[in-house]
């Protein structure tokens, strides 16, 4: 066990926590900023939130372990089934309460565009650690 919790465990919940934490601190600024002093959507707004950034970092590992070479084909190969579970899971949310008319165009751009800078930053740091290792 304490192989794999030092291998990718740590770093995942390590990871998990703190996007959880400023994506509620963001939203709680957001809400009080606006004069909103309790979430209108309570609790399942934040089993919402986490199960969406556990679909987040779920992503972030398939990206960086997955033996494919290609970095295009391996972030392809990575937005797809996550974006998938993600739509999968907004639709299982219509189920307990009504979605807005815009929730899966929402989830859309938000999510692609994370996963568009994340993809960006990663291939970056990938180019310059290999311009690192040509240049040893």
Request: charged share 15%.
């Amino acid at each position: 066990m304490k192989k794999i919790w030092n291998g990718w465990l740590k770093e995942s919940v390590f990871m998990y926590c703190v996007i959880y934490t400023i994506a509620t601190l963001v939203n709680s600024v957001l809400y009080l900023i606006n004069g909103t002093y309790s979430d209108p959507n309570g609790n399942w707004h934040e089993i919402d939130r986490a199960l969406i950034v556990l679909i987040g970092v779920l992503a972030y590992k398939m990206a960086t372990k997955l033996p494919i070479k290609n970095t295009l084909v391996r972030m392809i190969v990575t937005y797809i089934p996550t974006m998938s579970l993600t739509f999968f899971y907004i639709w299982l949310t219509g189920f307990r309460e009504p979605l807005a008319s815009s929730a899966y165009q929402d989830i859309f751009i938000n999510y692609t565009g994370l996963f568009l800078i994340i993809s960006v930053i990663a291939i970056v740091l990938e180019k310059g650690k290999s311009k690192k290792l040509k240049g040893r």
